[in-house]
Structure formats: structure tokens, C-alpha cells
């Protein structure tokens, strides 16, 4: 038995080796299906998803807006739970869209202009509800009404969005390159906004410039969106979708049921649902209200923005080298391990209050943890386009829509009611939200919200980590399932051609699936 167990993971590992090199020969070797123009498309596209000042969010809503500590749970509950319920809606409705310019390109080109208007009345709000109290009746209300249209906007989108790129080549070597030239490029722009917006805040908060804080919100938020709806608008007007659809629309139940057959889907949510009890009150409050430094973030980055991009550099040398589970495994967790560190050195003579301890322990963490950035941004991309094509090997369909929601459906579950426990923490540990600012907490509180991003993130989430060990879409599984995609595709092609053929001879083409 031991000698057969052996045999077994020789044979895997030699898979593993070499399936890199098999899938050049399941699949047409030097056809490239996205251009040079759609490829500068979708990389304007993926920095427009970043290129954005979302990162203070929190910090705008409490202490910009001032919209109430003890309403603004009440506002995650409910959006949380309308968000479970329009995304099953959306994805059912969206599955079934069939029309002469795709299944998910008309739903980008829709959003484009109504999702910027959304965004610029989030970031006009302290100008529209100035001077109003943190309770006031009409602005929680336009608030909760905002949020949630804003939510179902946000949903269409993201469906629409990770459809896309699922079928906007069926070549996985294609693919990963679109993935990761995209990821490599925007790194140098994306984050941009947020660094700059950082080192405003401390400009301000330190009378080095004379601006309302109000006033550098709603400039920055009004740039930062119309640039980013600009270049996602141009990305919907130019990719193209080449992955068939079938004829047949999928019913809900078929949809469902589909994704119960699906085990890397099911491998993949369950480890998010997992990882979704995570708790954490992000690193803003820390730093802004115990450093009194919002651009700490960019100043500890500083090395790691230097490795972030090399780390591009040996993905496909993993992708050969290391199976999908282990290359999962170590790019989630190893940012965990990490803070674990930070936590320990921030615990030694009270150095979470101080700057240069601080500094150093979490510009470690950062450098060392952008060694596998890359792999982290690459790997999941991948894997939730291979669940979405293991779904079409085994139903004969692909519904894009429905699997893209299932996956973060549960997460999506436990996390609203999570995001509804960090208020009430943030309230429970003291947090002073009228006089919010550099040294204006107690040392308790600031302890608390030192623990709150480091240590209790990594405590509430570590169980995500199971899932990942049964991981198996791999090596020769995988480039079978590829070699057989790729021989139905052509097979499907062939059978449209004869329709197209047939209706033009003026016959009766057949019916049926075209998948």
C-alpha cells in the first residue's frame, strides 16, 4: 500500500510539473483572442476598480457625514440582507440574457453613467446633510435608500464584470496573461488616490494646509469618480465576449443545482464563509486616531511597492512548480502569519502607541508579504474562472451569473451580520465619535483598536484555512477538463456554422443546445 500510495503522488507531482506545458497543447498554441486595444481596455478597467478614495469610507461615514454609530449597523443588516436576496435575482435574470452583443456587455454599458451619478451623490452627502445631527430622521433615511440602490447597481455590475472576464477569451493561457498584465500595470496607478488622499488628511489634520476636511472628501471623491467611470465605460464599449453560451437558458433550478455538482465552487465558498467571521475595524482608526498618521499605510508600503511588481514576475513559474492548493494556501495565510508579528512587537512597552516601532513592524509585514502579491492576486482570479468552466465540463452550460453569486453568497451572509458587530464594538470599547482624532481616545481604546486590526482579524478568520487542503482541480484533472472544453467548442462552432448554413439555404435549422 505504501509503495501504491508513492506511485500515486509521484504521478500527481510530475502532473503538476508539467501541466503548465499541457495546456499549450490542449489548446490553440499561439492563438491570442484579446488585442492590444482590448487589453488596454481592460487594464484601464481594472484601475478604474481601485482608482478611488473607498479606503476611508469608514472614516467618511463616522466622522465626515456623522451618520450614527448605532444606525449605521442597522443600515449593513438590512443592505446585507437585501444584497443576498437582488444577487440571486440578478443572477437568474442575467443567466438568461441572450443578445446580439453578449450576455454581460450590456449590463457594463448600463451601469456606466447611473453608477457615476450614484458615487457622486455618496461623496456630496456632508455638503447636503452639513450641519445635520447624527440621528436626523431625513439623512438616515436618504442614507438607507441610497445604500441600498447603490447596492443593486453595485451587484449588476460585479456579476456582469466577473462574467466578462470569464468569457472574454476561451484560451486560459490567454487569460492569465489578460489577468496578469492587468494586476502587474494598474499597481503602478490604482493606489495613486488613496496615497495622496492620506498624505491631505495628515496635511490637514496638522494645519499644514488651510481646507475643510469636508471639502477634501468631496473633491477628491468627485475626481476619483469621474475618471474611474470614464475608463470602465470605455472597457464596456470596446471588449468583446467569445465564450459560446448555449441556446437553452438555464432554469433557477438548473442554476441551483448546478452548483451543488460544482466541488472547486463549493471548495472556494466555503472557505470565503469561513474566512467571513472575520472581524476587524481596519487599519484606519488605528491610524489616524492612535499614530495620527493616515498615510502610515503608504509610508510602510514604501519597500513593498518595490516587490509587488516583481512578485508578477514568478507566477508562471509557481503555476508550473506548485499545485493551485498550495499556492492558495500560502498566498491567503501568510499575511495572518505576519500580523501575528505585528501584534507581538505593538504589545512590547505599550509600542502600538508609538510611531517608529509601529512603522517598522508593519513596513516588515508589507515587504515581506508583497513577495507573493502576485500569486495572491493571479491564483484566485484563476481558480474562479476554472470553477466557472469545471461548471460547463460538467452540466453541458455555463451560468457565469449564478456561480459568480454562489461563491460569495454565504460570505456575503456572515459578513453582514459581522460588519453590524463592528459598530457595536467601536461603540462597546468607548470610541468617541463626536471628538474622533490624533490623541482625543483613551489609552484602553486605543489599545482596543490596535487589537481590533491585528490580532483579532487573524483569530476570527483562521478556519478558512480547511477548505483549501481538499482543493483538487490540478494537474491532469485540470488539462483534461480543458482538452474536453475545448474539443465540445469546436464541435458547438461546427453545428452553428451548419444552422447558419441551413437558415440561409432557406431549411429549417435544428434546435438544441449549443453546448
Avoid at 33 to 40: F, I
Avoid at 161 to 185: F, W
Avoid at 386 to 404: L, P, Q, S, V
Amino acid at each position: 500500500m505504501a509503495s501504491e500510495a508513492n506511485t500515486t503522488a509521484s504521478l500527481q507531482h510530475e502532473s503538476e510539473k508539467h501541466h503548465h506545458h499541457h495546456l499549450k497543447d490542449v489548446l490553440p498554441k499561439d492563438r491570442r483572442y484579446v488585442g492590444t486595444k482590448e487589453t488596454v481596455a481592460y487594464i484601464l478597467y481594472d484601475i478604474s476598480r481601485s482608482f478611488n478614495i473607498g479606503k476611508y469610507n469608514d472614516i467618511f461615514i463616522t466622522d465626515i457625514v456623522k451618520i450614527g454609530l448605532k444606525f449605521q449597523p442597522i443600515v449593513t443588516l438590512i443592505v446585507g440582507l437585501w444584497d443576498i436576496i437582488n444577487d440571486v435575482f440578478l443572477a437568474t435574470f442575467i443567466d438568461k440574457t441572450r443578445t446580439r452583443f453578449g450576455k454581460f456587455k450590456p449590463y457594463l454599458v448600463i451601469y456606466a453613467i447611473p453608477g457615476v451619478l450614484l458615487s457622486l451623490f455618496y461623496w456630496w452627502l456632508p455638503v447636503i446633510f452639513s450641519g445635520r445631527d447624527p440621528y436626523n430622521i431625513v439623512m438616515l433615511t436618504t442614507y438607507m435608500v441610497f445604500s441600498l440602490v447603490s447596492n443593486f447597481a453595485g451587484s449588476m455590475n460585479e456579476i456582469a464584470r466577473v462574467g466578462m472576464l470569464s468569457t472574454i477569451t476561451p484560451n486560459i493561457l490567454d487569460r492569465t496573461r489578460l489577468i496578469t498584465q492587468a494586476n502587474l500595470l494598474s499597481g503602478f496607478v490604482e493606489k495613486g488616490p488613496e496615497i495622496l488622499m492620506g498624505v491631505f488628511i495628515d496635511l490637514v489634520n496638522n494645519g499644514k494646509i488651510n481646507i475643510k476636511m469636508t471639502s477634501l472628501y468631496v473633491s477628491a471623491g468627485t475626481f476619483t469618480t469621474v475618471v474611474a467611470g470614464a475608463m470602465a465605460f470605455y472597457f464596456a464599449c470596446v471588449a468583446k465576449e467569445r465564450v459560446m453560451q448555449t441556446v437553452e437558458k438555464p432554469s433557477v433550478k438548473e442554476n441551483f443545482k448546478s452548483i451543488f455538482k460544482n466541488k472547486p465552487l463549493l471548495l472556494i465558498t466555503l472557505s470565503e464563509f469561513l474566512g467571513a467571521f472575520s472581524i476587524s475595524s481596519g487599519t484606519n482608526f488605528y491610524y489616524i486616531n492612535v499614530l495620527g498618521l493616515a498615510s502610515m499605510s503608504t509610508i510602510v508600503g514604501i519597500p513593498g511597492a518595490i516587490v509587488s511588481p516583481i512578485s508578477y514576475s514568478y507566477v508562471p513559474w509557481a503555476r508550473r512548480k506548485f499545485s493551485t492548493k498550495a499556492l492558495w494556501l500560502v498566498s491567503s495565510h501568510i499575511g495572518d502569519v505576519l500580523m501575528l508579528g505585528v501584534y507581538i512587537v505593538g504589545s512590547i512597552n505599550k509600542n502600538f502607541k508609538k510611531r517608529l516601532p509601529m512603522i517598522l513592524a508593519f513596513m516588515a509585514r508589507e515587504t515581506l508579504w508583497m513577495f507573493v502579491w502576485g500569486l495572491r492576486s493571479v491564483i484566485p482570479e484563476e481558480m474562479r474562472n476554472e470553477a466557472i468552466d469545471y461548471g460547463e465540463w460538467k452540466n453541458g452550460y455555463r451560468n457565469e451569473g449564478m456561480t459568480g453569486v454562489a461563491k460569495g453568497l454565504a460570505t456575503k451572509f456572515v459578513s453582514t451580520f459581522g460588519g453590524t458587530i463592528k459598530g457595536a464594538i467601536l461603540a462597546s470599547i468607548g470610541y468617541n465619535q463626536e471628538n474622533a482624532g490624533y490623541g482625543k481616545q483613551s489609552e484602553k481604546v486605543e489599545r482596543s483598536l490596535f487589537a481590533m486590526c491585528t490580532i483579532l482579524p487573524v483569530a476570527t478568520g483562521a478556519l478558512s484555512v480547511i477548505p483549501k487542503l481538499f482543493y483538487d482541480l490540478s494537474g491532469e484533472k485540470r488539462d483534461r477538463m480543458y482538452r474536453e472544453l475545448h474539443e465540445r467548442r469546436k464541435l458547438a462552432m461546427k453545428k452553428e456554422d451548419v444552422s447558419k448554413d441551413k437558415q440561409n439555404n432557406g431549411e429549417e435549422p435544428e434546435t438544441g443546445s449549443a453546448g
